[in-house]
């Protein structure tokens, strides 16, 4: 009781003094007393209910909840995407940079190894300083143990509560914290607890935790800060939002240099130290605010994630309390086949191409209109179509939608039970009996609602929209369109509809490469640039001209013993009704690329060299049917019993599958060619070497998927055929032993060409998403223009980059015996087709300066231009 007067007295000075002999004194006295032995009683009753309360559990806090993102990396553990809903690294107490720790220990907690969660001393300073002494920079009393409480569990809001009410629910929320601080750190070791509340903390700015935030502010990983840009990060602990280096850098900057002040306090960095760090402006310059669609293969990464969903979902991969992994929260580590320099040579290589390829494209179709040229009026009709399709997929497009039905959209689910779709509306609108194949369970409700007086209103808004959209596409604005330059973008004045026909006019490409040994892909890229363009041209399924030749003349070497210096008549050929077992309707005579027929004798070598179709419908002839040609295929892993629309095979059983006209994907090209550079024997193509959960335990791996396809005798008689096409004048002028077959479709709307070499498949695509955005002659829209270079561009950069050990020295493999007398075409004393032996050029011509060759009006008689012109090929002695 005296030492309670005693303190009153210096609490109020002189003025208690003078009337503290009063009467009153002993009864105040005791009512303060009462007071704080109440206030005692009161919290430790606060902290029984609180304790039961809906504080975290256990199990929460032995293991808490990160939002974790899953890295993905490649064949050299080297990462290049993730997956995530917050872009979180966990980094465990033994790997933060030391400035970090430091930093944070001396502005947040300088006794944090003194305490047990709770500093009382901190708090009693803050009491006295803030509420006696009225000092508003008395420091922060709660511990880095009660700040990572905060975090785990959701802060009850005060918003419409009284001031009594909002008093009371703070005095619950730190309680809670206070009695979740001392469960943790009984749970957890201090350097455990520190770490875990690094990467909890939410930077802003997409920063979830502190190796995301180092990497998004400063550009490097955190082990790598330096002390002055530490510090930043840890002052924005305070408060992130307040002290935002990026929006305000003077008041970040100034909160930077209390912390440095803190540290030199608290001897751990001298005074030398903080003058010159102080003196360190504010350097932000790094600030990156990443995207998932960023960084390198963003094509595969997109693959890779449905991929990754589809496998994820099957019972085998699930966690082991029966739960389905996340991607995007599990912090799963993904170890995939690409290799990153073959994947940043590729894109360079197709890109680089394109470019120019692109020019030569604006310049051949200057003064002409590519939506009416040579077009019918369904031509047209279909032309036009496809751009409306673009313009519906835009978000102007589907904003104004909403704008104009959202309404009418309300008022149809009151009273028919169904939603406005787009679709929906305007076929309907187009044609009132696409009632009738609306699903069953709508199809009555849209009936009644094209009887209702709401009809009649939709289409008078529709007519009102229709005008408005159009309106919006002639409207001129600063369009940012796709560019081939370094920011992938320009800026030009033109209308939103010609905006989207600039897009739609550009052309596109595919590239996949990989390991014909193993299946492994390590280059995969899908188009110029994901962000303007996202439709993926790798899993693209595409007419694949005559790269399918090559399969129709290793069945006829293999079944029906046909020898590849067995001479053909280049002259028409037909398969009529009735012939053998290919089941036409009609007489079926295809041509040549060219038209016409040379009435030359060529063998195998010389047929697929110049492409001839007159050769490969012979030997077609003689096989009797496709199907040992659809048996191959199904054995280099095109399943020929898919199915695709109205029930019709994907590996189609007609004749013309021999020509190319089945529509197939690069990956499945690839897959199919690795065969050829695997002594016979088919690799599935794989991506992925192993997943593991975020504690390192192997969720899934793979193995590889091979099987014998090809006989080893007549797979090196098509290897030995296949490089016999890339030699010449027209060699790829690479080091590396290699083969390759180019493929043109119909009104040049595609252009490939497969390469091989005996550690490498690739194949390229190059074409428009829609087939009249084209090259109109052979000269350009051919596969050796169009893709070919891709590809010598792409094993150009392996071969001369040093960050690859790649081995030019290596061979196919070496043909078992026979093969010599096979391939010995001397025997039959042939000579070179007469009109192809006059169109050869016995010197290279260089690809990059192609705009400016102009050939002569007698190479326009032939084929592809590496099909008309070789030094060397079998049988040409005479």
């Known amino acids: 009781m005296k030492l309670l007067e005693h303190k009153i007295t210096r609490w109020l000075g002189d003025k208690w003094s003078s009337t503290r002999k009063k009467p009153s ?145 703070l005095l619950s929320i730190k309680f809670k914290e206070w009695i979740t601080a001392v469960r943790l750190e009984k749970r957890y070791t201090k350097e455990e607890i520190l770490a875990m509340y690094l990467n909890k903390f939410e930077f802003i700015n997409g920063a979830h935790g502190i190796q995301s935030a180092a990497k998004i502010y400063f550009g490097k990983p955190q082990e790598r800060l330096e002390i002055q840009e530490a510090v930043v990060l840890v002052g924005m602990l305070k408060n992130p939002a307040w002290f935002n280096p990026i929006r305000f850098a003077k008041r970040s900057e100034k909160r930077r240099n209390i912390v440095i002040k803190q540290m030199w306090r608290n001897n751990k960095i001298d005074k030398s130290q903080r003058d010159s ?21 963003p094509y595969f990464r997109a693959e890779l994630t449905k991929w990754l969903k589809s496998l994820l979902l099957q019972p085998e991969n699930h966690k082991p309390e029966g739960g389905i992994y996340d991607i995007y929260r599990d912090g799963l580590k993904i170890y995939t086949t690409i290799d990153a320099t073959y994947q940043n040579l ?81 076929r309907l609108l187009k044609d009132p009996e696409y009632v009738q194949i609306i699903d069953r369970t709508k199809r009555d409700k849209f009936k009644n609602l094209l009887r209702s007086p709401l009809w009649n209103k939709i289409s008078t808004k529709w007519k009102i929209f229709e005008k408005d959209i159009d309106k919006i596409l002639k409207e001129e604005i600063e369009a940012k369109v796709f560019a081939y330059t370094e920011s992938r973008q320009k800026i030009e004045k033109m209308t939103r509809r010609d905006s989207i026909i600039y897009h739609l006019r550009h052309l596109q490409a595919g590239l996949i490469s990989l390991d014909p040994q193993t299946g492994e892909i390590k280059a995969w890229v899908g188009g110029p640039h994901h962000t303007t363009f996202k439709y993926d041209h790798v899993t693209m399924r595409r007419q694949v001209g005559s790269t399918i030749k090559p399969f129709v003349y290793v069945t006829a070497i293999a079944v029906q013993g ?26 079926w005579s295809p041509s040549n690329a ?40 199904h054995n280099v892993g095109i ?186 075409c001397t025997r039959y004393k042939q000579r070179d087709p007469e009109e192809e032996r006059g169109t050869r050029i016995d010197q290279k011509i260089d690809l990059d300066e192609f705009d400016e060759i102009e050939l002569e009006s007698e190479f326009d008689d032939f084929g592809e231009i590496e099909e008309m012109i070789a030094d060397t090929t079998r049988g040409n002695e005479y």
Not at 35 to 49: D, E, N, S, T
Not at 292 to 297: H, M, N, P, V, Y
Request: include cysteine; proline fraction near 4%.
């Open 25 to 169: 004194l002993k009864w105040l006295a005791r009512i303060l007393w009462g007071a704080i032995v109440l206030g005692i009683l009161a919290g430790i009753l606060v902290f029984v209910i609180i304790s039961r309360s809906d504080l975290p559990e256990f199990y929460e806090l032995e293991n808490p909840q990160y939002d974790l993102a899953s890295i993905i990396y490649d064949t050299n553990g080297k990462q290049y995407g993730k997956y995530y809903i917050e872009n979180r690294e966990f980094v465990n107490f033994e790997d933060l940079s030391p400035h970090i720790v430091n930093a944070l220990l001396s502005v947040e907690d300088a006794r944090y190894y003194q305490h047990s969660g709770i500093d009382f001393r901190a708090l009693i300073r803050v009491g006295v300083k803030s509420v006696l002494l009225g000092q508003q920079s008395s420091g922060g009393g709660s511990t880095i143990t009660q700040q990572l409480a905060k975090l785990l569990f959701e802060r009850e809001s005060l918003r419409g509560k009284s001031s009594f009410q909002r008093m009371i629910t």
């Open 639 to 824: 399943d020929k019993y898919e199915r695709i629309q109205q029930g019709r095979y994907v590996v189609p059983e007609v004749p013309s599958l021999a020509l190319g006209s089945v529509d197939l994907s690069l990956l499945e090209m690839a897959g199919a060619y690795t065969t050829f550079a695997n002594d016979g024997i088919y690799s599935e193509p794989t991506f992925i070497h192993r997943i593991e959960d975020k504690n390192g335990k192997i969720i899934y791996q793979s193995s590889p998927i091979q099987r014998r396809a090809i006989n080893k005798l007549y797979n090196a008689v098509i290897v030995d055929m296949l490089k016999n096409n890339v030699g010449g004048g027209f060699n790829l002028g690479i080091k590396t032993p290699a083969g390759g077959k180019t493929g043109t479709t119909n009104d040049y709307a595609d252009g490939w060409f497969m390469g091989i070499t005996p550690k490498l498949v690739t194949g390229v695509w190059v074409g428009g998403d829609e087939k009249w955005v084209r090259f109109y002659t052979l000269n350009n829209g051919q596969g050796f223009v169009m893709a070919r270079p891709i590809f010598q561009k792409y094993m150009q950069k392996l071969e001369a980059s040093e960050e690859v050990d790649f081995d030019t020295g290596v061979s196919f493999p070496k043909p078992p015996p026979g093969f010599e007398d096979l391939v010995d």
């Open 277 to 297: 760090l102080i003196a360190i402006p504010l350097d932000m310059s790094e600030f990156h605010r990443s995207t998932q669609s960023e960084g390198l293969a």
């Open 594 to 633: 060219n038209g016409i027929f040379t009435q030359n004798h060529y063998n195998l070598y010389q047929g697929l060299l110049y492409s001839k179709n007159s050769i490969t419908i012979r030997l077609v002839k003689e096989l009797g049917t496709v199907e040992p040609i659809r048996d191959l295929l």
């Open 346 to 426: 590729a894109e360079e290589a197709l890109f680089d191409h394109l470019k120019e390829l692109q020019k030569r494209y604006w310049y051949r179709w200057k003064g002409m209109d590519p939506l009416t040229y040579e077009a019918d009026d369904h031509q047209k009709k279909l032309r036009k179509a496809s751009i409306d399709r673009r313009i519906r997929a835009t978000d102007f497009y589907k904003k104004s939608y909403i704008q104009h039905f959202s309404s009418l959209n309300q008022a149809a689910q009151k009273q028919f039970g169904i939603s406005l779709k787009e679709p929906t509306i305007r």
């Open 562 to 587: 046909i020898s590849p210096c067995q001479e053909f008549s280049d002259i028409q050929y037909t398969i009529a009704p009735g012939d053998a077992n290919f089941f036409v309707d009609s007489e």
